[in-house]
């Protein structure tokens, strides 16, 4: 018996030692790159900052005070500098998808482009999705016509129910309405129709209910990836959404698979929109039930945020908003309505007002860890050795005072203005990486961009916006994406 008690302790001891020394080791393959201390050790900084919902505004602060590369785990740092974001995700860089990108799968065994992290099977299925998301196809099946449909559903909902007159006050929650436009958008560009959320004016099936309770487990499976696999194991599984469930995420794989199989019935007439694109260029069954929750998750969320946040700095920016008023005002006689995305492109405040809402606010709250290659690289001064993951700090980045200047947290579109040449070339490159870079960029980025200058232009060029609660305009919370509630406002009728 004490035999046995010695190995047992003996065993207790060896392990003890081994697990220190694994941490030590990995504590000081990094220790030359700063952070915050209790990071370097364990995850649990990472981890507590993430549910604390304000994860951005910490991962900002802890680049304000360690550096534009910063240490947040024990394998992990945080990049706010542009040029390293691109350099990573450059299309010949040696930089591969880190760990993290398992959060993005979907359904359990089911890989799609998010979370494919195999470099050759990831190029594949780009190029299978590119000629859906082109430009050209944009043209052949008219996405821009569907957008227009949509934009003018949701002006009429506006209009039906939503504008307040004299003591007839009507405050309604933009965040809810700017998630059913983008729904609705992207399911009439990618699917050939809209899901209904704007007639109905209701939270079909509760999936926004559903979507914004479960981005927030995300956003933790995204700090600790073995998770992932761990919840899609028995008995966890069984707490995961199912096909036949009749609301939200269950109900929307019902729908995904029946529409799928619906349009690659022989007997179904061709369509001009993004799946027929996919289903020519000859994606799979299980490929195409994919891009139908892409679509949903990754084409709604981000826009909708972008949009909304960029209503809420104009609205609370009176310098900015008269100045875009103004430009509305002489661009109204001669550019068609909705606007054409070509006109768009004439308005210079216009265009100021969307990358600056974008450069303040990037919706997408997923750090996006890209693995270093195995040789290592320097960035920032610092050696950092092959196998450190590195994730994006599009927050960190867009509020930059190294990038911006001192006034980087003030909503200010004359920046656009006033910058030139290589100046401009560098805010143009920094803004764009909060829709990725290279071999990893946001392929629906044409798609949001064309969303939200119609949007701003005809919203503003139509009404009046007022905020309801100055104290707190509206609330959001940081996961996966930003999310937000509560934006109450009142709306009056503007004719230019
Ligand atoms: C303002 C709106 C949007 C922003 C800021 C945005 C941003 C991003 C970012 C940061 C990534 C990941 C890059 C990385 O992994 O390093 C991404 C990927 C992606 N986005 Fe967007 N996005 C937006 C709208 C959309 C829309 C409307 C769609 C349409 C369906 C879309 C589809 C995708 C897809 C399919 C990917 C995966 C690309 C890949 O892994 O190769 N996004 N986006």
Redesign the pocket.
Known sequence: MPLKSNYLSNFCLIFLVAFVAHRIYRWQRLRHIPGPTSAAWTIWWQLSSALSGRYHERLKEAADTYGPLVRIGPNQLLSIDPEVLRRM?AVRSGYT?GKF?ASGKIVPGVDN??SLRDPTK?KEM?AL?APG?AGKANEGFSFEAAMDRQLLSFISLLERKYVSSGSDVRPFDMAEKTQFFALDA?GDI?LGQPFGYLEKDQDLYQYNEINTTSLPVMNVVSVMPSLANLVHTWPLRLLLPKEGDQVGFGRLMHFARSYVETRLDPKTPRAHDMMQAHIDNGMTKNDLIQQVF??II???N??AH?LRMTLLSLITSPPAYSALIDEIRRASPSVSSPITWAQTQSLPYLQAVIREG?RMW???GGL?F?TVPPEGDYLNGYFVPGGTEIG?G?HGLGRSKAVWGPDADVFRPERWLAAQGDALRDMTNAVDT????G???????P??LM??HKAVFELVRRFDFCVVNPETPIKTTASIFLFASDFWVTLTKRNL
């Not at 909060?434 to 870079?437: A, E, I, L, M």
């Not at 071999?439 to 980025?445: I, V």
């Open positions: 995700s998808k990108y482009v998010v990831h780009r999705m998301f992207i990618s892409l679509s990754a084409g709604s981000s826009s972008a974008l990037p919706p997408v996006g890209k994006q599009f909060h829709f990725g870079y071999k990893y960029s946001c392929l629906g980025k798609i949001a969303e939200l």
